[in-house]
Structure formats: C-alpha cells, structure tokens
C-alpha cells in the first residue's frame, strides 16, 4: 500500500465549478500538508501549505486537513480554464520537512 | 524568488549512452534533490544531498549517480542509459524554514 494515495482522474469541470481534490494516507507521523499545482511541461510549484489538522483558505483554494481520518483536500471556487493542471499532494513528517512524500497527481480540467 | 534552472529541457539518447543532467540553484542552499517523475507514480526520490561533495541515496538510485563539486550545482548522471530511464527528471531545493520544496521546469529524457 502506497504511503500517499490520490486519485489521478483526469477529472473535467465546467469553467464556476468547484472542485474537490482529495489525498488520503497512512502514516500517521505526517504533520506538515502541501498542494503543488504542475502546468503541463512545467516543474511543480507550491499552491498551498498547512501544518497540523484545520482548514487554510487563499483566494479561491482552501486546504482542509482531517487527521483523525487521514485525508486532506483541496477546493477550488469558482474554476477557471487556467486552473487546469496536476494537483499533487505533498507530506512529510516533522524533523524531517524536506523530504516529502507525494501523491501521484491528479490531472484536472477546467473547460470554457 | 528562488531560481532552479535545469539546461537541459528535452534530451533524446540511445541505450548505453552516458547522460548528464544539470542542476543550478541561485539561493545559496545546502539541500539539492532529484526525482523522477512518472505518470501513475508520481514523484520518486532519486539522489539528494545536504552538501557539497555529499550525497544521499533516495528511494531508486539505481542505475543513477550524482556530483555535487559546488554548492550551486547538482548533477545527475545516467553512466548507461536503458529505456526504462526514460522519465521526467525533476531537480529541487528546499526552503530552509518550511522545506517547500522548489523546482526546475524539469528534463525529459527519452533513451531509444
């Protein structure tokens, strides 16, 4: 069993939609919670980072962690066509930030 | 804003080939990393080092080695290419504070 899982859609909205990104994971030491987003052909880059269980919100993306059930998500309000990417989640346990533990992307959509 | 230039955007090699991939970060970090990046399983750990002429084996650091003569430069070498090293490659520096993790655009590798 993978330490991370996420879904890998792709999943495709209609531009104003919300979407629902979800992570699930095993290992309980996990403390710190990242969303990178990945244009195609493009590295990674940090979209959202929170520590410890709670919700964290900027502008249309809120990170929400649930601990106690090991899952974590990513909304986003009101999509927008340059939405669309990869989503990865991120993980990694205390004393030892660097190294992370990723999902494996979930590709998404957002059409006009 | 922290720089990570990878040189090498899109190589096409033929088996039994020695490749290398450049790295360089302009923020003065200690901590460089590579990963390979495949669809279905994400992010994998290659090599990483926390200083210069150190290194660290990740999660698949066969068939793989790394240099690390200047603290701005981390090269990741392919001393025999196979086909199934063609992949995404992904170089990547921590933020010391948060251990957000930044990356270059990446180099896709094909080997033939």
């Known amino acids: 069993q993978k330490e991370v899982e996420q879904d890998p859609g792709p999943l495709s909205v209609p531009e104003g939609a919300i979407v629902s990104l979800n992570c699930t994971y095993s290992n309980s030491a996990f403390q710190y919670f990242m969303w990178y987003r990945q244009y195609s052909r493009k590295g990674p880059e940090l979209l959202m980072y929170t520590y410890s269980s709670g919700n964290k919100e900027d502008g249309r993306f809120t990170a929400q962690v649930d601990k106690s059930s090991k899952y974590i998500s990513l909304f986003i309000r009101d999509s927008q066509p340059s939405d669309s990417a990869t989503y990865l989640c991120?993980?990694?346990?205390?004393?030892?930030?660097?190294?992370?533990?990723f999902g494996t992307g979930t590709r998404l959509q957002v059409f006009p | 804003d922290v720089k990570v230039t990878q040189s090498s955007r899109y190589l096409v090699k033929r088996t039994g080939e020695k490749v290398f991939l450049e790295c360089v970060q302009d923020m003065d970090h200690e901590n460089m990393f590579w990963y390979r990046q495949d669809p279905g399983l994400g992010l994998r750990l290659i090599y990483f080092?926390?200083?210069?002429?150190?290194?660290e084996k990740g999660d698949i650091p066969e068939g793989y080695s790394v240099s690390r003569e200047k603290k701005e430069r981390f090269s990741l070498i392919l001393e025999s290419a196979s086909t199934n090293q063609t992949s995404m490659y992904l170089c990547a520096t921590p933020a010391s504070n948060t251990g957000e993790l930044f990356f270059g655009e990446g180099s896709r590798l094909t080997v033939l």
């Open positions: 991120a993980m990694s346990r205390p004393y030892n930030t660097d190294k992370l533990i």
């Open positions: 080092s926390y200083d210069v002429k150190m290194k």
